[in-house]
């Protein structure tokens, strides 16, 4: 299977597996804050149908898309890159961070 098609996370030659489930973790986060992929692709600048496929790992994670996800979400790209956002306990529907949602 090639590594643009993998569902679990796989190194490419710009990130590592783990900062590729992280973005992937993110992507997931905003689309339930966001409602749907289509306002977050508008907002982020890609293709509705784009997204999904980032999210589910059938298309690579690209430099691009980390940056505008950075800076949409208002994070660090290394702090997105490590898998600090969305914070441990972050509920993804009212952004409360607590374990209790």
């Not at 997204?51 to 589910?56: D, E, I, Q, R, T």
């Not at 979400?73 to 441990?88: E, H, N």
């Amino acid at each position: 299977m090639s590594p643009l098609l993998s569902v679990q996370p796989v190194a490419t030659r710009d990130f590592t597996a783990k900062e590729v489930a992280a973005v992937r973790g993110a992507l997931h986060f905003l689309r339930l804050r966001c409602g749907a992929w289509a306002p977050l692709a508008k907002a982020l600048g890609f293709q509705a149908e784009t997204l999904p496929k980032v999210a589910n790992g059938h298309r690579a994670v690209s430099a691009t898309l980390v940056i505008r996800i950075a800076k949409f979400a208002k994070v660090g790209v290394d702090d997105l890159l490590a898998g600090s956002f969305p914070a441990a306990g972050t509920c993804p529907h009212c952004g409360h961070v607590s374990s209790e949602c």
